[in-house]
T-cell receptor
Framework: GAVVSQHPSRVICKSGTSVKIECRSLDFQATTMFWYRQFPKQSLMLMATSNEGSKATYEQGVEKDKFLINHASLTLSTLTVTSAHPEDSSFYIC??????????????FGPGTRLTVL | GQNIDQPTEMTATEGAIVQINCTYQTSGFNGLFWYQQHAGEAPTFLSY??LDGLEEKGRFSSFLSRSKGYSYLLLKELQMKDSASYLCAVLDSNYQLIWGAGTKLIIKP
């Protein structure tokens, strides 16, 4: 099956610093990648949809200047949390849609990144 | 608005059968997914239904009724490792996944 990697898996940073999370599709090309955030005991919340070579589409309530997304290639998308604060502490998950997965648009998920802002 | 409902928590016994229900109201429908998520991990794909009926895959089966906006995930011969959250998600008319809040399944010996 298709594999998506995410790096780092865990990060602890000080308030005010920026953190970059990478999402890579390892064995397929993903023209579309998604970034989710999940707080404890809650469901996945879509933050933005990232299309290769174009600007990301952000969901309502998600600050695009705070959560910078870059999808420079068909296998890599990055999410940068700028000037992170304790309330940004969460589990961030990326997924990639394999356009050639057949007759449905399955999303393959990365393992997630646990961000803790002190 | 778009809405997906599933029970918050269910408890079942090892070796038994459990059915997790999901009802949805979305703008358009391009399929329904079930994912399994263990604590602290990303979701893993279990099933996809786009036509009415039952899809069976080993111990897991998923059912869809589009006219009723209803799906269920059936888990047979429950094992302790099946303790996890089960997420129902619908692909809407824009091919965006709309997620339910998940059902936490607790398996008891």
């Amino acid at each position: 099956g298709a594999v998506v990697s995410q790096h780092p898996s865990r990060v602890i940073c000080k308030s005010g610093t920026s953190v970059k999370i990478e999402c890579r599709s390892l064995d397929f090309q993903a023209t579309t990648m998604f970034w989710y955030r999940q707080f404890p005991k809650q469901s996945l919340m879509l933050m933005a949809t990232s299309n290769e070579g174009s600007k990301a589409t952000y969901e309502q309530g998600v600050e695009k200047d705070k959560f910078l997304i870059n999808h420079a290639s068909l296998t890599l998308s990055t999410l940068t949390v700028t000037s992170a604060h304790p309330e940004d502490s969460s589990f961030y998950i990326c997924s990639a849609r394999a356009e050639t997965s057949g007759d449905y648009n399955e999303q393959f998920f990365g393992p997630g990144t646990r961000l803790t802002v002190l | 608005g778009q809405n997906i409902d599933q029970p918050t928590e269910m408890t079942a016994t090892e070796g038994a059968i459990v059915q997790i229900n999901c009802t949805y109201q979305t703008s358009g429908f391009n399929g329904l997914f079930w994912y399994q998520q263990h604590a602290g991990e990303a979701p893993t794909f279990l099933s996809y239904n786009v036509l009415d009926g039952l899809e069976e895959k080993g111990r897991f089966s998923s059912f869809l009724s589009r006219s009723k906006g209803y799906s269920y995930l059936l888990l047979k011969e429950l094992q302790m490792k099946d303790s996890a959250s089960y997420l129902c998600a619908v692909l809407d008319s824009n091919y965006q996944l709309i997620w339910g809040a998940g059902t936490k399944l607790i398996i008891k010996p």
